[in-house]
């Protein structure tokens, strides 16, 4: 397998320091998430990052050169973007870093006016494109003139800025997962097999190596179906008809006391599982992931992914948790550097490799994989993207497939019970 270029551009080791200002007066150091300061990071053609930014208030502390607060993840056609002429914009891209006062909300007439401190902008260079890892700024800078002394230097901004390739491997499901598709490998305009996908809800044979997990339905007809989703089943197989990864149906998804959706307070889990290396025809556990439905304006879907521990009995490490819209669909990840802005200071393990993935290293893994899948009822070939630093071998790629089928099914099971699934063949002559 041959893996896409990607670049991962990297911002941390983020600290502040505003000369004669009060919030030099505590000599504790760096004030971690401090919540008085703020940045918002653009870089064109991509969503604005807000982040809370920390105070240092001893001239002699440095923010810890390791710590990452944002990242952008560029492939090819970014690239070209970025530097690209447009009617709407300059030939020029920078990567833009302004620092206000005040707290993220407070502006607009609602509470202390947001200030601005300052701005730091970075020009993207051809050495971008060039796929080796450079540093393109390390240490303090100067954004802004004195509020109260024009003459004096104002705030500093202390920070790394870092460029590393970070290639990836890139899959896409053929067709709608419930209609046993082939998973292709996308490099450029060559799609190229690698896997197939087997999709089946039958009633477990006593030979069947996945009984010892499976949740058999006793019948597959479309009023069971309006009750309960159980017993769905998806197998990866390689190029030479092996199964090589699952996922299936360990807790039903059925609708929670008092409403027709799979609820927060009782949802639906998968299983997902590879060979057991040391077994032949036995299967291994390798991660949980559960799935309900958040009502509200817009309905999503939430999915939180376990990792399930080797050696400690009844181990499990949250990993992902993520909402997609469930009309429109969207992406799920396992992306530490993500997990990280979105939960807080907290460490999420990350694997070295799906291999080693149950030994739950807790180690800078930044992003592991994605899974784009489309809303309910639509006809969804999820696009799946792996870090190949995360892949050792096509066993490695193939455990996340399965885990990409069971997200991409989640979004059918977690549908309101009022409305009835569609059959395969409906599926295939209504798209």
């Not at 080791?13 to 919030?23: Q, V």
């Not at 969207?330 to 550097?337: C, N, P, S, V």
């Not at 807790?362 to 592991?368: C, E, L, R």
Request: hydrophobic share 35%.
């Amino acid at each position: 397998m041959d893996p896409q270029a990607f670049i991962r551009l990297s911002i941390g080791s983020l600290g502040l320091r505003i000369p004669g200002s009060t919030l030099n007066s505590v000599k504790s150091g760096i004030q971690p998430f401090a919540s008085s300061c703020l940045c918002e990071i653009r870089l064109r053609g991509f969503p604005a990052q807000t982040l809370t930014i920390p105070l240092v208030s001893s001239p002699e502390a440095t923010p810890d050169c390791q710590s990452i607060a944002s990242s952008f993840y560029l492939e090819e056609s970014d690239l070209k973007a970025l530097t690209a002429t447009g009617c709407f914009y300059s030939s020029q891209a920078y990567l833009e870093i302004s620092v206000f006062t005040g707290r993220k909300g407070s502006h607009c007439g609602v509470g202390n006016k947001r200030q601005q401190l300052g701005t730091f902008k970075l020009e993207v260079s051809p050495e971008w494109g060039e796929g080796k890892p450079v540093i393109l700024y390390n240490g303090w800078i100067g954004i802004g003139k004195s509020k109260l002394d024009s003459g004096k230097p104002g705030a500093e901004l202390h920070l790394r800025v870092k460029l590393d390739p970070d290639p990836r491997y890139v899959f896409q499901f053929e067709d709608v997962t419930r209609l046993s598709p082939q998973i292709v490998q996308l490099q450029g305009s060559i799609r190229q097999p690698i896997f197939s996908c087997k999709f089946s809800q039958d009633r477990v044979t006593q030979v069947d190596p996945l009984s010892t997990y499976w949740s058999a339905t006793e019948g597959s007809d479309q009023e069971t179906e309006r009750r309960e989703r159980k017993g769905w089943k998806v197998k990866i197989h390689d190029l030479s008809g092996s199964a090589v990864a699952a996922a299936f149906i360990t807790t039903p998804f059925v609708p929670s006391n008092g409403c027709d959706w799979v609820a927060k307070s009782n949802p639906g889990a998968w299983v997902i599982v590879r060979p057991d290396p040391y077994r032949p025809e036995s299967w291994q556990p390798w991660g949980k992931l559960e799935a309900w439905r958040e009502r509200g304006m817009r309905d999503s879907i939430c999915c939180r992914f376990r990792l399930l521990s080797e050696g400690q009995e009844g181990g499990e490490f949250l990993v992902s948790e993520i909402n997609i819209n469930a009309e429109k669909g969207g992406e799920f990840f396992i992306d530490t550097d993500r997990q990280m802005r979105a939960s807080g200071p907290t460490p999420i393990p990350s694997p070295r490799s799906s291999g080693d993935f149950g030994g739950l290293s807790p180690v800078v893994g930044g992003f592991v994989m994605s899974c784009k899948v489309r809303g309910e009822g639509k006809n969804s070939k999820p696009l799946v993207q792996l870090a190949m630093r995360h892949v050792t071998c096509v066993e490695d790629a193939a455990i996340f497939m399965a885990l990409a089928a069971a997200v991409d099914l989640s979004i059918e099971a977690c549908r309101p019970f009022r409305r009835k699934i569609r059959r395969a063949s409906q599926m295939r002559h209504s798209w």
